[in-house]
């Protein structure tokens, strides 16, 4: 009698992670969690995710010879963020197995690349223009209206590369700022919320996606996760539908993440997506009994993908460079909360050094004054 998952990686196998920042670092610990090895391609030597790995190659990500030897030494690789040479993991494509594939890889790499993408699948985006030259300026002010945001197509993130458009005077500054061309114009939704859902897709097509969750930003950085987001069962199950659709259009083996905006009308539309773990999904480090860790190293290994539920609600907060580190201390000291740290070591302005989750009744996530109170320890008054 044949196995039930003949493709299925067996215990101590090594799972090869391109990236060694904190994804990198949870996903390693998921991975030995799970009976696996993790074995981290990083440029930075002693980063996040090499504390708690079982090899580290430290080398360039398009070096070919680096991932040579990198290739030769585990049984699977996958990829902790996208900001990685798609050449290079086409190249380990030909030497191992890569999950997600580089041709997701690419396509979450160039904003107009995945939304030409998704609009083919038919998934609702937010209008969009892009922008070659400083002429398509004036078409997109006529077509979306203002104001809008210009975005680089690569390499933004945390609110990086964008700039806002209120006036027509401000749209060739923006250009001109930006940089590499072409970029994208996208409209400002008049939203009520921005929601996330975490989506596993394994080798046999089966999928799985976590409770839909609304995030907050702070200087365009995530601040707060809340799981479940506060909409309705209508507008969840359409977000849900979306990030299976999307993970089926892409063939996804792994982990994906589908940020989305709810507008005032009720419609959920694609803002972009990700093909890792997510910062919007680090509560269910605490609030599931599969995270999406263990569900993103499941779905890459061949092993079989559990049902994605929620014990509790939760609160997810960030801790954001030196500011929010400072509160670590009471943060440790503060019954209830439920840290965790990255290992970096320098706390610069804007950078992630860890999270808290927070944890209510299943069903009981509380109103603003709750969740300001449980999280009182780890907010700053500016």
């Not at 209008?127 to 975005?151: M, N, R, S």
Request: glycine share 10%; hydrophobic share 45%.
């Amino acid at each position: 009698m044949s196995a039930p998952f003949p493709e299925a990686l067996p215990a101590g196998a090594v799972l090869g992670i391109v990236g060694g920042g904190q994804l990198g670092r949870m996903s390693a610990v998921a991975a030995a969690q799970l009976g696996f090895r993790a074995h981290i391609l990083t440029d930075e030597a002693e980063g996040p995710a090499a504390q708690v790995a079982h090899a580290v190659t430290v080398g360039a990500y398009d070096d070919p010879d680096v991932l040579r030897r990198f290739a030769s030494s585990v049984d699977v690789v996958t990829f902790e963020f996208e900001n990685i040479s798609a050449d290079g993991l086409e190249l380990l494509a030909g030497l191992c197995p890569v999950r997600p594939s580089g041709r997701i890889l690419r396509i979450s790499q160039d904003r107009i690349a995945e939304k030409r993408f998704l609009a083919g699948a038919g998934i609702p985006l937010a209008p969009w223009a892009e922008i070659h030259t400083p002429q398509d300026l004036d078409t997109a002010i006529a077509t979306l209206g203002l104001p809008f945001i210009l975005k680089t197509t690569r390499l933004g993130y945390d609110g990086k590369g964008q700039h806002r458009v209120h006036a027509p005077d401000e749209a060739l500054p923006g250009f001109h700022a930006l940089a590499p061309h072409p970029l994208v114009a996208e409209a400002m939704i008049d939203f009520a919320c921005e929601v996330s859902v975490m989506v596993a897709r394994g080798l046999d097509g089966t999928a799985v996606t976590f409770d839909v969750t609304e995030n907050r930003h702070r200087n365009g950085i995530l601040d707060i996760s809340l799981a479940p987001a506060r909409v309705s069962a209508d507008i969840a199950e359409q977000a849900r539908d979306i990030a299976m659709r999307v993970a089926t259009a892409l063939d996804l083996v792994g982990l994906l993440g589908v940020e989305m905006f709810v507008d005032r009308d009720g419609r959920v539309l694609v803002n972009e997506i990700a093909p890792r773990p997510h910062n919007s999904g680090h509560w269910t480090m605490d609030a599931c009994p599969v995270d999406q860790f263990a569900m993103h190293v499941r779905a890459v290994t061949g092993l079989p993908l559990p049902p994605a539920v929620r014990h509790s609600d939760a609160v997810m907060k960030n801790l954001v460079g030196p500011d929010d580190m400072a509160l670590w201390p009471a943060i440790l000291a503060t019954p209830g909360l439920l840290p965790h740290h990255y290992g970096k070591e320098e706390a610069r302005p804007g950078r992630k050094m860890g999270h808290v989750n927070v944890l209510f009744p299943h069903g009981g996530l509380p109103g603003e004054f709750g969740v300001n109170a449980a999280l009182a320890p780890c907010l700053r008054n500016s």
